[in-house]
């Protein structure tokens, strides 16, 4: 497969190009409306919860990848083994 292929197959390199695009696909909806009709013509945008779950799914998991840390999980801490 050719990187011309590679790039249509796959346009954003990182989480973070995928996040920039999300975050101006809602300003869009939010700036502009869900839909509109000019004339014959009209355009409905992608659903805005939908793409607000793929943002925060996004978000998680570029947090994720900045932490050795599993997402959301816990640690604790129980001091020395006192079971010797």
Same mark, same amino acid.
């Given at each position: 497969?050719?990187?011309? +292929?590679? +790039?249509?197959?796959? @346009?954003?390199?990182? @989480?973070? %190009?995928? =996040?920039?695009? =999300?975050?101006?696909a809602?300003?869009?909806?939010?700036? &502009? &409306?869900? !839909?509109y009709?000019?004339? !014959?013509?009209?355009?409905?945008?992608? %659903?805005? !919860? $939908?793409l607000?779950?793929?943002?925060?799914? =996004?978000?998680a #998991?570029?947090? &994720? !990848? #900045?932490?050795? =840390?599993?997402?959301?999980?816990?640690? $604790?801490?129980f001091? @020395?083994?006192?079971?010797?």
């Amino acid at each position: 497969m050719s990187d011309r +292929e590679e +790039e249509k197959r796959f @346009p954003f390199e990182t @989480p973070a %190009d995928q =996040l920039h695009e =999300l975050n101006e696909a809602i300003y869009k909806i939010l700036a &502009g &409306g869900q !839909s509109y009709k000019i004339g !014959s013509r009209s355009l409905t945008r992608a %659903d805005l !919860s $939908a793409l607000i779950a793929e943002r925060d799914r =996004l978000e998680a #998991q570029i947090q &994720g !990848s #900045q932490s050795t =840390l599993i997402y959301g999980a816990y640690v $604790a801490d129980f001091g @020395p083994d006192n079971r010797r």
